[in-house]
């Protein structure tokens, strides 16, 4: 097992080392995950970016064990997780890990109250058993959210997208947990709102000590919530930095190129900026190009480039890349 390229330290709450999820498509394998090595310590947020089709929700999901990995090891606080298999087993690991999914319309069962589907989580994990503590609990809940306790009586199709997934978030809360997949949660939403669930998700973090692996295409949103974040790229991790680090100076040519197209507030600046056009069209995952799976559109792509798949190493203060070129 290679524990070389991530940081191994005990605050790592999260530790994912070498992990693969591939899907059947006919006869050939859609690689979705390929590889993927990283970290989240207790308290932190690692936004994960990329384009859409990269992998990013799938290595969430596979993560949270919605999938079942092909290949390599997740560590929860220290333990293997990888392959859980009784009942007991996974419902611990579920009473300490949530996902929030991206449509708070989808997610949310329209048969049941707000206070039923909050609430579920207790019946499963047989908690709160006291006359009257499972509605007073659901109460706090909804006003930890930013929601009323008169809501818990109603119905998903009676809220707004922003309300439906602030119950979402109080249904992911409901159990305690220390860690959290954010599915791109913002992305269904007016921009007017999304806002609010970012501030109402980093003053949660703050309460209590939360975990969020934090999937988003919106790097504006990623960077804001994120300590530090991930670039995906057809499956593999192309870069992780800090946050601050990696919008002012990304080493990895596709990060460069991401970062090329987010618009900075100040005009002046926005005028100056160059901006990085890729040519060609993202690979399928059916048929990713041997070594470096941005070899065929990088600027730079050297003869090794296209033999020899670049590992994510460390270039010094945490600043992990995958290029051949790089340092
Ligand atoms: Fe480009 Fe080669 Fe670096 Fe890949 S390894 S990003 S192809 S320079």
Known sequence: MERNNIENNNNNLVEVINLKKYFSVGKKKLKAVDDVSLSIKRGETLGLVGESGCGKSTLGRTIVR??????????YDGKDITRIKTRKEHLD???????????????LDPYMTVGQIISEGFEI????????????????????????????????HEFSGGQRQRISIARALAINPEFIVCDEPI???????????INLMNELKEKMRLAYLFI??????????????????????MEVAESDTLYNQPR?????????AVPVPDPKKEREKE?????GDVPSPIDVPPGCPFSTRCPYAE?????????????GDGHHIACHMAG
């Open 187 to 197: 992305s269904a939403l007016d921009v007017s709102i999304q806002s609010q669930i």
């Open 252 to 260: 990895h040519p596709y990060t460069q190129a991401l970062m090329s």
């Open 125 to 156: 994990h047989n908690m709160y058993k006291e006359n009257g503590a499972r509605k007073e609990k659901v109460h706090e809940l909804l006003r930890l959210v930013g929601l009323n306790d008169e809501h818990s009586n109603r119905f998903p």
């Open 93 to 107: 690991f579920c009473k300490k890990a949530q996902i929030i999914f991206q449509d708070p319309y989808a997610s």
């Open 275 to 279: 901006r990085i056009l890729l040519e």
């Open 66 to 75: 919605i999938y079942e990995p092909d290949g390599g090891k997740i560590f």
């Open 216 to 237: 988003s295409h919106d790097l504006n949103a990623v960077r804001y919530v994120s300590d530090r974040i991930a670039v995906m790229y057809l499956g593999s991790l």
């Open 303 to 315: 003869a090794i480039c296209l033999k020899e798949k670049p590992e994510l190493r460390d270039l």
